[in-house]
């Protein structure tokens, strides 16, 4: 219908386009354009090279992107590409923290000290908590059981299929979204918790830490996959894609402003505490080791 010479986007927000790619005429001419909720008012627009994406598609996809005026980032190709992967692991930690006892609204008001602009769980409502059922799927599929946290599966699928909270889309989600009044959090979160924790025995520094420090370790895994090439475009990226606290300058800087040496002692205390969700890649314990930041050993070649 389209002809062979057209060059097809998709919005996908975790499907990698390479595997969506395979079923076109000219795999070069595929290419991901990854706009964020709400379109009208973010800034980021994230541009997504498969395996055999040309050059004609992304000088396309980017002029596109210029002309509706919004800031875009390139990466390379993996579930989730960039912004999806380090915001997943941001609502993931919510989640999990729901389901530890910490009281929802004090996961709210503790992500938004941490300088984050919502909670996870509200993000989680923007979203649709039914789209990340199916993620969630979607994810096990591709890569097997153990690539999803049971706990936190256990809650989707109690929230998205046995409750039908889907978020604001329909009205009920981890909030509730009365008619011409303010949403409120859903006083039944309370009901799902097998344990609940009391907030003056709970270190607030800690879950701070624990939602900054997931995000940007999944940036550093994606800078040492490939998937993005520049810290430059992973700590823009963060900001103006999932507001990641604009006063640490990004995921990255975040990293390199603390010093990869204290920032891999965090990861470490925490993986002993939590999981290795928060494992630090091996480059970056290299990295700790020599004090190289990402800012330097990533930076852009000089023109002779």
Not at 211 to 228: D, I, S
């Amino acid at each position: 219908m389209l002809g062979p010479d057209v060059i097809f986007a998709s919005n996908t927000s975790t499907l990698p386009i390479t595997s969506l790619a395979t079923e076109a005429q000219k795999p070069e001419n595929f290419i991901g354009i990854h706009f964020f909720s709400p379109v009208d008012k973010m800034l980021l627009v994230e541009i997504i090279m498969g395996a055999k994406t040309g050059d004609k598609a992304l000088a396309t996809a980017l002029d596109f992107v210029r002309l509706i005026k919004k800031t875009p980032i390139v990466v390379n190709d993996t579930r989730g590409f960039y912004a999806n992967r380090c915001v997943g692991r941001y609502i993931a930690e919510g989640h999990l923290m729901l389901m530890e006892g910490v009281p929802p609204a004090m996961i709210e008001n503790v992500a938004r000290m941490a300088g984050m602009p919502v909670g996870p769980l509200s993000l989680n409502d923007e979203v649709a908590i039914d789209l990340s059922w199916r993620v969630v799927q979607a994810t096990k599929k591709d890569l097997g059981e153990q690539a999803v946290d049971p706990a936190q599966e256990k809650l989707i699928r109690t929230m998205a299929v046995d409750l039908e909270r889907w978020g604001r889309k329909n009205g009920k989600g981890f909030y509730d979204y009365p008619q011409g009044g303010k949403k409120k959090l859903w006083p039944g979160l309370a009901d799902l918790q097998a344990k609940k924790l009391d907030p003056d025995t709970i270190d607030v520094e800690e879950l701070k830490q624990r939602f900054l420090a997931v995000q940007a370790v999944e940036a550093a895994r994606t800078m040492t996959e490939n998937v993005v090439t520049d810290p430059r475009e992973a700590d823009v990226g963060s900001i103006l894609g999932f507001g990641f606290a604009p006063f640490t300058g990004g995921t990255i800087s975040y990293i390199d402003f603390m010093g990869p040496k204290n920032f891999v002692e965090l990861c470490d205390r925490l993986t002993a505490k939590y999981g290795d969700r928060f494992a630090p890649p091996a480059m970056l314990r290299e990295m700790a080791k020599t004090g190289e930041t990402f800012y330097a050993k990533f930076a852009p070649k000089k023109a002779a």
